[in-house]
């Protein structure tokens, strides 16, 4: 078997020609990748749903816009939390992924992590790939592979990330934060 290399608390930032739904100028956060597969969570889905309709007792952890993400088409009735956490060391119920970023035990009490909180999200569902699937997939060209910052996971803007990751590389990838929405009105 061929070594994987971990692309874990890397960005996965969807092509434009990702025919995908799911992955429409998605920006995933991997948070394990590995020779069995990988798994992460879109950044950029916000739901009208509310965090304190689903895990009242996060919600006042949770910051703008306070609402749960579509992780993924993995799961959906299934919640993940993700948070920044500065600092060497994180608190009980907290397992650092990559850097600063970890997950959260959504079953421990909130108050565990409360003060050591940098930033929160929740995720219902997660996007997951099976050994080789994701390597294929990259290989097509459906994804741009970049370096995540802590502050993707909060950004107050969503709906803005796919522009913002890319323009921020520095090399032809920023180019293609301007590609339109649709090109055939070109």
């Not at 394990?32 to 007792?57: F, K």
């Not at 650092?96 to 219902?124: K, M, N």
């Amino acid at each position: 078997m061929t070594e994987v290399s971990s692309l874990t608390g890397r960005l996965l930032v969807a092509a434009p020609a990702l025919a995908d739904p799911n992955f429409d100028r998605a920006v995933v956060l991997l948070l394990d990748h590995d020779e069995e597969g990988s798994l992460g969570v879109v950044l950029n889905r916000p739901t009208p749903v509310g965090v304190g309709d689903i895990l009242a007792s996060w919600a006042g952890l949770t910051g703008e816009p306070g609402v749960v993400f579509q992780g993924g088409p993995v799961s959906l009735d299934s919640a993940l939390g993700v948070a920044v956490i500065p600092g060497d060391e994180g608190p009980l119920g907290w397992r650092r992924v990559h850097g600063a970023i970890g997950l959260v035990d959504l079953e421990a009490p909130p108050e565990l992590l409360a003060a050591a909180l940098g930033s929160l999200r929740i995720f219902a569902g997660y996007a997951g790939w099976g050994p080789g699937q994701l390597e294929a997939e990259l290989t097509d060209g459906a994804w741009y592979v970049v370096e995540s910052e802590p502050g993707d996971v909060s950004s107050p803007r969503p709906e803005h990330l796919w522009r913002a990751v890319l323009r921020r590389q520095r090399s032809e990838l920023a180019m293609i934060a301007t590609y339109p929405d649709d090109p055939s009105l070109n």
